[in-house]
């Protein structure tokens, strides 16, 4: 079945420094790949994703992604944190080639440490 | 332009009564979907409408759930008769195009339901 998992619940981080949200997924065929984000009393906004091509995506925020299909996995990154990244992001993918609908992991709460 | 909305925001209502949350999408966008996320855990699929036909509704948990697009505009939610498990965040995502692969959703702020 698919899924994806999202195995750190908390994520601490100095500011200026460099964070990994990891992420891994399990899906048949091609992954269709999801970052999103959610701040504090906001609704889901989507940051980057992964269709085909380059391995390494860019998105919103200077917030980029690398797709591993060998480890099955796509980790969120940033070079340097900063303190208002601090929110709920979740990973997600796109169930089967056959529907829209996703499948998330169950979310990282970032915390960036001024 | 103006993002997904959704109302109300929060809904506080009592085990047994009914709630209807509703959900505007971005103009223009074909395909509407409802999530929710219940206790914290992950954000789960609940139906899909492709303007006002139910493309995929295979993550509705139960018949007192029942969604609609009349019109293939807004589209509502309502549970009837609410039950304590049904406590969380309702989100609403919209995207554009039905034909284009893996298309962009964007979600709403949610509704946080608090059945009790």
């Known amino acids: 079945a698919q899924s994806v998992a999202q195995p750190e619940d908390q994520v601490n981080v100095a500011e200026g420094n460099p964070l990994t949200v990891k992420c891994t997924y399990s899906?048949?065929?091609?992954?269709?790949l999801f970052w999103y984000v959610q701040y504090p009393n906001r609704g889901l906004q989507f940051l980057l994703k992964y269709i085909t091509g380059d391995n390494l995506v860019k998105g919103s925020y200077g917030f980029e992604a690398e797709f591993n299909k060998s480890q099955t996995s796509f980790h969120l990154k940033k070079p340097s944190a900063l303190v208002s990244d601090s929110a709920l992001y979740f990973c997600a993918v796109r169930a089967s080639s056959r529907t829209d609908k996703l499948i998330f992991g169950t979310g990282t709460r970032l915390q960036v440490f001024p | 332009e103006a993002g997904v909305t959704q109302f109300p925001s929060h809904s506080v209502i009592e085990k047994g009564q009914t709630v209807t949350l509703r959900c505007d999408p971005i103009s223009g966008h074909d395909n509407l979907y409802w999530y929710r996320r219940v206790m914290g855990k992950e954000i789960k699929f609940l139906l899909h409408?492709?303007?006002?036909?139910?493309?995929?509704e295979s993550g509705m948990p139960n018949n007192r759930f029942l969604a609609e697009r009349t019109g293939g505009t807004y589209s509502t939610l309502k549970v009837q008769p609410a039950e304590l498990e049904d406590s969380g965040v309702y989100f609403c995502?919209?995207?554009?195009?039905?034909?284009?692969?893996?298309?962009?959703?964007?979600f709403g702020p949610g509704t946080r339901l608090t059945v009790l």
């Open positions: 995502a919209s995207s554009q195009n039905p034909a284009v692969t893996a298309d962009t959703q964007y």
């Open positions: 899906v048949s065929g091609n992954p269709y």
């Open positions: 409408f492709v303007k006002e036909s139910k493309q995929d």
